[in-house]
């Protein structure tokens, strides 16, 4: 069986997040869900969620999983909210331990900060599958990005997260802590060994040079011979090159600060004071 997506975008962040469902039942699971987030006030709106939930309900589908293709570093994950108001449980990669542990450093968290990947229902590995009603997924780890990217490969459809772009954009960055080119390469050849047919849905368009709509579809044969970066049996010595080369012009993603606290927390904002206000942390000159 082959899955039903429905796509949200949010052009605030260029974030696409999706529903999918099984085409005969009610199942479905959420990926890369979106908290609206204003960092000059440092308020939260749950209106992106807000959408997901309606369309849900109004479609009488039942939601099995809340996944996460990693910890993301330019929008806030609306995982615990959606998991309040639809239920499901909440996955991603098993290595959000080096994430959680590398970022509890950085933000100075303390021993309170639990970095074994409780905070979330079910950490995922290589080669795991998971049901969505009779839909069957399965998890290819693929790194590079971040050490806890995940591609979901659900039916003939593959949620890559950030690891791939559309095929006139590219690739994600890797110089985030933990990244490497060298391993995002790798993981690259993973997802372009599945079939041709197989529909990849990335998990950010920004409208590349010449594009005037925003595209978050494309298919396995089209990237391998059409991306930018990777198509066309570009080496992994032309692959790391450039994209190292490109990673050094880029400036950090605007919300990653608030981005990787709530994140690594599955969602969850850090620990209330006595007087039950939240803060988040700036650290100076860590990143």
């Known amino acids: 069986m082959n899955p039903i997506v429905k796509a949200f975008f949010d052009e605030a ?17 959420i990926i890369d869900s979106v908290l609206d987030f204003d960092h000059a006030s440092g308020r939260t709106d749950t209106s992106s969620a807000d959408e997901i939930i309606a369309w849900v309900e109004s479609e009488g589908l039942k939601t099995e999983w809340i996944l996460e293709s990693h910890v993301h570093a330019d929008h806030l994950s609306a995982a ?79 949620f890559v997260g950030d690891t791939l772009f559309m095929p006139d954009f590219g690739t994600a960055r890797c110089d985030f802590p933990g990244g490497s080119s060298e391993t995002l390469f790798q993981s690259i050849q993973k997802i372009l060994a599945l079939p041709d047919d197989t529909r990849i849905f990335v998990g950010h368009d920004y409208k590349a040079p010449g594009r005037d709509e925003y595209a978050w579809e494309t298919t396995v044969g089209e990237q391998k011979a059409l991306n930018i970066h990777i198509g066309q049996g570009k080496s992994i010595e032309e692959f790391v090159s450039m994209r190292d080369a490109r990673d050094a012009t880029l400036g950090m993603p605007r919300l990653i600060l608030p981005s990787l606290q709530v994140n690594m927390r599955a969602g969850q904002m850090p620990e209330p004071d006595e007087k039950g206000d939240v803060f988040l942390k700036i650290p100076v000159n860590k990143i």
Request: with cysteine; hydrophobic share 30%; aromatic share 10%.
């Open 13 to 29: 962040t260029n974030t696409v997040s999706y529903v999918v469902r099984d085409p005969n039942g009610s199942a479905c699971a």
């Open 80 to 158: 615990p909210y959606l998991q309040e108001r639809l239920g499901g449980k909440i996955g991603i990669g098993e290595n959000i331990t080096i994430v959680q542990d590398t970022f509890g450093k950085v933000f100075n968290e303390g021993t309170e900060f639990q970095r074994d990947g409780s905070q979330f229902d079910q950490l995922f590995k290589e080669g795991d599958r998971f049901m969505i009603g009779q839909l069957r997924g399965e998890v290819l780890h693929t790194p590079g990005h971040t050490p806890a990217c995940l591609t979901y490969v659900i039916g003939d459809a593959a």
